[in-house]
């Protein structure tokens, strides 16, 4: 039972711990951070996203672990200049290092799909 208690304090103090300055997206536009990107496997393809939707690969949408959902992102290859703006609509990744997860689609338009991760810059813009 102590540990029972233990853990939901932990988890109670965790979701009260936000990077993020609020979880409204017109609040966050400006918001930039930088790591690497990846994309998801097809194995993916139709199942139920974070938010409820079915995932498509062929529809401009991210997971991020703290952007509230709905909320539109610039992510930028800083290696060729190129961008794309995504909607955050799942969770993830939860591979230290990566900070968003993009739709074939997606990551296709910034890089190539043989690279697998990329660096990336993402920017809040809606």
């Given at each position: 039972?102590?540990?029972?208690?233990?853990?939901?304090?932990?988890?109670?103090?965790?979701?009260?711990?936000?990077?993020l300055p609020s979880d409204n997206p017109s609040e966050l536009?400006?918001?930039?951070?930088?790591?690497?990107?990846?994309?998801?496997?097809?194995?993916?393809?139709?199942?139920?996203?974070?938010?409820?939707?079915?995932?498509?690969?062929?529809?401009?949408?991210?997971?991020?672990?703290?952007?509230?959902?709905?909320?539109k992102v610039k992510v930028t290859n800083p290696e060729n200049?190129?961008?794309?703006?995504?909607?955050?609509?799942?969770?993830?990744?939860?591979?230290?290092?990566?900070?968003?997860?993009?739709?074939?689609?997606?990551?296709?338009?910034?890089?190539?799909?043989?690279?697998?991760?990329?660096?990336?810059?993402?920017?809040?813009?809606?």
């Open positions: 039972m102590k540990h029972l208690f233990g853990l939901t304090l932990a988890l109670l103090v965790l979701t009260g711990c936000s990077s536009v400006g918001y930039k951070q930088s790591g690497k990107a990846s994309f998801y496997a097809m194995k993916y393809q139709s199942r139920t996203t974070a938010n409820g939707e079915r995932f498509d690969q062929g529809k401009l949408t991210a997971a991020h672990r703290e952007l509230p959902f709905g909320t200049g190129k961008s794309v703006v995504v909607r955050i609509n799942d969770r993830g990744p939860f591979i230290r290092g990566r900070i968003i997860d993009l739709s074939r689609t997606g990551f296709s338009a910034i890089g190539n799909l043989n690279d697998g991760v990329i660096p990336v810059t993402i920017e809040v813009v809606n």
